[in-house]
Every structure is written in structure tokens, then in C-alpha cells.
Nanobody, 119 residues
Framework: QVQLVESGGGLVQAGGSLRLSCAAS????????MGWFRQAPGKEREFVAS????????YNSNSIKGRFTISRDNAKNTVYLQMNSLKPEDTAVYYC????????????WGQGTQVTVSL
């Protein structure tokens, strides 16, 4: 059974940093694309960033504008999201997800971790 478990969320003041982690189990995702999404209250879920097994990254530059960095440790089947210069508008539930690189849809999702940024 595939499981994605996020951790690292919490409450932080504006300008602060958090590092999210997502550990995958149940199978090896070495060749898959791992991504982060977020959903704020009353808003649709939005793409944040993704990373290919090769290390190639894609960001939603409009919303994070160079403040976030995605990385992965294939040996640990884990993806990370380093978030710096956090803003109140970054407040959301953050989800990690995994997809086959030849498919567009993410097949596996974590349960989410809450990130709250206060003024």
C-alpha cells in the first residue's frame, strides 16, 4: 500500500522559514515525479513545485517567486520543500503527491500538513 506522509508544517511568523518533508512508502518512486501542492481556505488547490527523478525542477513562479526550493533524496524516497521568506498568503494545507513521468495526473497524495504564517 502506497503511503505519502508529510511533516514539518506549523505556525511561523512572516519572514520565517519552514522545511516540509514527505516520505513515501509502499513502493519506490525513484523514477517518478514528486510534487507539492497547497490549498488555502476557500481557494482551489494550486501547484507549488515538482521535481523529476533526474533533479529537474518546476515551480509555480507566480506564487512563490524564488522563495521555495524543492529537493529530493531518492535513497530515502523523500521529497522536501524549503520555504523561506514566508508570507501570510502562504498559509495553506500543503500536500505532496507523486506521478508517473509519462502521465499528467498525480496518482498518489499525502494527507497534508498545515502551514500557518502570522503577521
Amino acid at each position: 500500500q502506497v503511503q505519502l506522509v508529510e511533516s514539518g508544517g506549523g505556525l511561523v511568523q512572516a519572514g520565517g522559514s519552514l522545511r516540509l518533508s514527505c516520505a513515501a512508502s509502499g513502493r519506490t518512486f525513484t523514477t517518478y515525479v514528486m510534487g507539492w501542492f497547497r490549498q488555502a481556505p476557500g481557494k482551489e488547490r494550486e501547484f507549488v513545485a515538482s521535481i523529476h527523478w533526474s533533479g529537474e525542477t518546476t515551480y509555480n513562479s507566480n506564487s512563490i517567486k524564488g522563495r521555495f526550493t524543492i529537493s529530493r533524496d531518492n535513497a530515502k524516497n523523500t521529497v522536501y520543500l524549503q520555504m523561506n521568506s514566508l508570507k501570510p498568503e502562504d498559509t495553506a494545507v500543503y500536500y505532496c503527491a507523486v506521478r508517473n513521468p509519462v502521465r499528467s495526473e498525480y496518482a498518489y497524495w499525502g494527507q497534508g500538513t498545515q502551514v500557518t504564517v502570522s503577521l
